[in-house]
Structures are given as structure tokens and as C-alpha cells.
């Protein structure tokens, strides 16, 4: 089993930033594309970032382009996303998954069906 815990969320104003964490425990063997979702009140999930093991591929919905950085620490197994510029449009829960299939590129991962482990997600508020 693989337990995924997001920290980091909270209130901010828009135009400000906030870093949110997620750390893995359990088996953490092969987990290594990592992505961030989010979805807001009575909306879908929706993608926002992926990163494969060593760090060196990462994709980006077009909303957040610009906006928003993924990395991972693997020595803490921990993933992170660094959200600037926030709108109250990224208002949500934050979630991070964990896919076991060893990937080199992780361009078009971004469907929920290709991950296996979930975290149960960081509320992430925006105001105007």
C-alpha cells in the first residue's frame, strides 16, 4: 500500500502564491510519475501537472502554464507544487497521485485513469 498526504493549502489572495507538498509513505517502490489534480465544488478533476522520476519531464494544463512549478524531492519522497500568480479561479481541493509505470517523458498523462494512488487532498482558496 501507498499513502499519499498533501500539506501546504490554505487562504491567499489573488496574485499570491502558495507550496503545496505531498508526501508518500508505505511501498513507495516504482512511483514515478507523480501529478497534482484539482477540482473545484460541483466541477470534474481536472489535471494540473505531472513529473516523471528523475525530475527531467513535467507537463502543465494550459491554465496553470506559466503559473505553476512541479518538482520532487525522492530522497523525502515528496512531491511539490509551487503555485504563483494564484486566481480565484484555482480555487479547490488539491489532490497528488502516484502512478507506478516507470515512464521517460510524461507529456499527456493527465487523465485520472492513469494513476493508482490518490491522496486525500489540500483545500486551496483563492479570494478577490
Known amino acids: 500500500q501507498v499513502q499519499l498526504v498533501e500539506s501546504g493549502g490554505g487562504l491567499v489572495q489573488a496574485g499570491g502564491s502558495l507550496r503545496l507538498s505531498c508526501t508518500a509513505s508505505g511501498r513507495t517502490f516504482r512511483q514515478n510519475t507523480m501529478a497534482w489534480f484539482r477540482q473545484a465544488p460541483g466541477k470534474q478533476r481536472d489535471f494540473v501537472a505531472a513529473?516523471?522520476?528523475?525530475?527531467?519531464?513535467?507537463y502543465y494544463a494550459d491554465s496553470v502554464k506559466g503559473r505553476f512549478t512541479i518538482a520532487r524531492d525522492n530522497a523525502k519522497n515528496t512531491v511539490y507544487l509551487q503555485m504563483n500568480g494564484l486566481k480565484p479561479n484555482d480555487t479547490a481541493v488539491y489532490s497528488c497521485a502516484a502512478d507506478r509505470t516507470l515512464f521517460s517523458t510524461v507529456y499527456g498523462r493527465s487523465l485520472e485513469a492513469q494513476y493508482d494512488y490518490w491522496g486525500q487532498g489540500t483545500q486551496v482558496t483563492v479570494s478577490s
Open positions: 513529473i516523471n522520476w528523475s525530475g527531467t519531464s513535467t
